[in-house]
């Protein structure tokens, strides 16, 4: 028999803003139920409600015809509503069975009976198809295992309703095809997911319906089966928005950035990178593939000249910039868009114009005989404001009051106005949400066609396969592989992303130039 939970006429206001407006949504036993929105459209909020890390200011919560009192995790847990987050709540110096057992009530007060909770995560695995090592410490697992052990966590305590947040944004294509067995094996058995993504491929893969979230009011409830993605992007953002790039063909320019043979340790003196070479030209995107972790961060450091390069060298046109410092390379023609806008890219308590200028301070129209120009730096950030469709009252806004995707706007904003030859974009879209992405996906594309060099770090391949022309696939810090865009298969890229050589690939039979 189907059982419908409801949230009815949920309304949640926070100082100068109603995060949830009258929100009416039912999920229903079986489903896998998509839950769309740009950020800041009241999601999370919702979700938060639902699991008892927020009190509803008006509305209530049914499960049938049966009023729910979810004050707190524990009672949502109670009620059978589990939520998996996107940064993992786990343990990492804990094992496996330690993680899944914590905060759970004991059979036998004050004694922990493990053999009957490893009897019970037996069957839950049987069930679901969640194996894993319940003695490995989890700081010894990759992501896509630590996710298993949120989900079981979750199964263990009596979920029947599982909330995921950006469930598959550090996962590899072939263990995201495997969560989503999983889950529909799960679902078929009674169970109900809500599905949290910025990813529309996905919603229409694995999702039963959709609920779209904007501005904190819902703007209706769709079959997935029925639905058009254009249609529900718009509904998202409230305007047309492209959910694929206008891409033209164009032959590459000269060499400007070319890594030969780098090699960097990182500070427990491991390989960090091993041996990375190739080059990215003029008027060329060249995507770096890969679960966060495997060298990606060393090798923008390694360019900036943040870290000891340990052999090889980094060339920048003709000129060799390892070596120099960090200052020398950005003045070359370095332009870079950092992993995170909040810890490297911005100074939070500061004014949009005032990161703006930052790198450039000293330098004309912002700074004349060592003072700086005020009026011709408002000016010019005022303008910036309007082409980037930043929202903020003015350039004197502190960004630390702005959106995260307003945010990211400015320093986006920043690197692609400075004198440069190369963007290094890392993560340029991640957390943003879909009117913000398209925005962004645009001006990276620009860079393109003004025959700037890109070198774009993403875990998206969806993005990667967007924007780039060629791709590198890294694993614990060596290229793996590279692939065209004429040429590339997600199966193989993940099996890369998974430290798989693309000649090993080739050998087996994996056509990776088809």
Same mark, same amino acid.
């Not at 894993?132 to 003695?135: H, K, N, P, V």
């Not at 029925?226 to 509904?235: F, G, I, L, S």
């Not at 039979?509 to 130039?513: A, F, K, L, P, V």
């Given at each position: 028999m189907?059982?419908?939970l409801r949230?009815?006429?949920?309304?949640?206001?926070?100082p100068g803003?109603?995060a949830?407006?009258?929100?009416?949504?039912?999920f229903?036993t079986?489903?896998?139920h998509? =839950? +769309?929105?740009?950020?800041?459209?009241? /999601?999370?909020?919702?979700?938060?409600?639902?699991?008892?890390?927020?009190h509803a200011?008006?509305?209530?919560? &049914?499960m049938?015809d049966?009023?729910?009192?979810?004050?707190?995790p524990q009672?949502a847990?109670e009620?059978?509503?589990?939520?998996?987050?996107?940064?993992?709540?786990?343990v990492?110096k804990?094992? #496996? &069975?330690?993680?899944? %057992?914590?905060?759970t009530?004991l059979?036998?007060?004050?004694?922990l009976?493990?053999?009957?909770a490893?009897k019970?995560?037996a069957?839950?695995?049987?069930?679901?198809g969640?194996h894993?090592?319940?003695?490995e410490?989890?700081?010894?697992?990759?992501?896509?295992?630590?996710?298993?052990?949120e989900?079981?966590?979750?199964?263990?305590?009596?979920?029947q309703?599982?909330?995921?947040?950006?469930?598959?944004?550090?996962?590899?294509p072939?263990?995201?095809?495997e +969560?989503?067995r999983?889950?529909k094996?799960?679902?078929?058995?009674?169970?109900?997911? #809500?599905?949290?993504?910025?990813?529309?491929?996905? !919603?229409?893969?694995i999702?039963?319906?959709?609920?779209v979230l904007r501005?904190?009011?819902?703007m209706?409830?769709? &079959?997935?089966s029925?639905?058009?993605?254009?249609?529900?992007?718009?509904?998202m953002?409230?305007?047309?928005?492209? @959910?694929?790039?206008?891409?033209?063909?164009?032959a590459?320019g000269?060499?400007v950035l070319?890594?030969?043979?780098?090699?960097?340790?990182? $500070?427990q003196?491991?390989?960090?990178?091993d041996?990375?070479s190739?080059?990215?030209?003029?008027?060329?995107?060249?995507?770096?593939a890969?679960?966060?972790?495997?060298?990606?961060?060393?090798?923008?450091?390694?360019? &900036?000249?943040?870290?000891p390069?340990? $052999?090889g060298e980094?060339?920048?046109?003709y000129?060799?910039i390892?070596?120099?410092k960090t200052? +020398?390379?950005?003045?070359?023609?370095v332009?870079?868009?950092?992993?995170?806008r909040?810890?490297?890219? =911005?100074?939070?308590?500061f004014?949009?114009?005032?990161?703006?200028? @930052?790198k450039?301070?000293?330098?004309?129209?912002?700074?004349?005989?060592?003072?700086l120009?005020k009026?011709a730096?408002?000016?010019?950030?005022?303008?910036?404001?309007?082409?980037y469709?930043?929202k903020?009252?003015?350039?004197?806004?502190?960004?630390?009051?702005?959106?995260?995707g307003?945010? $990211?706007? %400015? !320093?986006?904003?920043r690197?692609?106005?400075?004198?440069?030859?190369?963007?290094?974009?890392?993560?340029?879209?991640?957390?943003l949400?879909?009117?913000?992405?398209?925005?962004?996906?645009?001006?990276?594309l620009?860079?393109?066609s003004?025959q700037?060099?890109?070198?774009l770090?993403?875990?998206?391949?969806?993005?990667?396969?967007s924007?780039?022309?060629?791709? +590198?696939v890294?694993y614990?810090?060596? #290229?793996?592989?590279?692939v065209?865009?004429?040429?590339w298969?997600?199966r193989d890229i993940?099996?890369?992303?998974?430290?798989?050589? /693309?000649?090993e690939?080739e050998?087996r039979?994996?056509?990776?130039?088809r």
């Open positions: 189907k059982r419908t949230m009815e006429q949920i309304t949640k206001r926070f803003v109603t949830c407006n009258h929100i009416d949504i039912s229903q079986g489903e896998i998509a =839950l +769309l929105g740009e950020n800041g459209a009241g /999601k999370t909020t919702l979700m938060n409600i639902l699991y008892g890390l927020h200011d008006e509305g209530r919560i &049914l049938d049966e009023v729910l009192t979810i004050d707190s009672q847990i009620c059978g509503i589990g939520m998996v987050h996107q940064h993992f709540m786990l990492p804990f094992s #496996v &069975l330690e993680n899944i %057992v914590l905060g009530p059979d036998r007060e004050p004694f009976n493990l053999e009957l490893r019970k995560i069957l839950i695995a049987q069930e679901t969640l894993i090592s319940l003695d410490k989890v700081a010894n697992l990759c992501v896509g295992d630590q996710q298993r052990v989900i079981v966590k979750a199964l263990y305590k009596g979920a309703i599982l909330i995921m947040d950006e469930p598959t944004s550090v996962l590899t072939q263990e995201t095809d +969560l989503f999983v889950l094996r799960w679902t078929r058995e009674g169970n109900t997911v #809500v599905f949290i993504t910025h990813k529309m491929r996905e !919603v229409i893969e999702c039963d319906r959709i609920s501005d904190g009011k819902m209706g409830t769709l &079959l997935t029925e639905v058009n993605p254009d249609y529900v992007a718009e509904m953002v409230g305007r047309c928005i492209s @959910l694929s790039m206008d891409r033209s063909e164009q590459p000269q060499c070319s890594l030969q043979h780098v090699s960097v340790e990182n $500070q003196g491991c390989r960090a990178l041996d990375v190739f080059d990215v030209k003029e008027g060329e995107i060249v995507g770096i890969g679960v966060d972790g495997n060298g990606q961060f060393e090798l923008i450091e390694a360019i &900036l000249g943040s870290c390069i340990v $052999q980094v060339f920048l046109g000129e060799k390892s070596g120099l200052q +020398l390379i950005l003045k070359a023609g332009s870079c868009i950092p992993f995170s909040q810890k490297e890219g =911005l100074a939070m308590e004014s949009i114009q005032d990161n703006f200028i @930052l450039e301070q000293w330098h004309m129209p912002y700074a004349k005989k060592g003072l120009q009026k730096i408002k000016e010019k950030v005022a303008q910036v404001i309007h082409k469709n930043i903020a009252i003015g350039p004197e806004t502190k960004v630390v009051n702005m959106s995260g307003n945010q $990211q706007k %400015v !320093v986006v904003a690197e692609m106005d400075r004198n440069h030859r190369l963007l290094l974009a890392c993560h340029p879209t991640h957390g949400d879909i009117g913000a992405i398209e925005f962004i996906h645009k001006s990276i620009e860079e393109r003004n700037k060099a890109v070198l770090i993403s875990t998206e391949l969806d993005e990667l396969f924007l780039c022309d060629r791709i +590198l890294f614990q810090g060596k #290229v793996m592989g590279e065209d865009k004429e040429h298969e997600v993940g099996l890369m992303m998974l430290g798989n050589r /693309k000649e690939l050998r039979g994996h056509d990776t130039n």
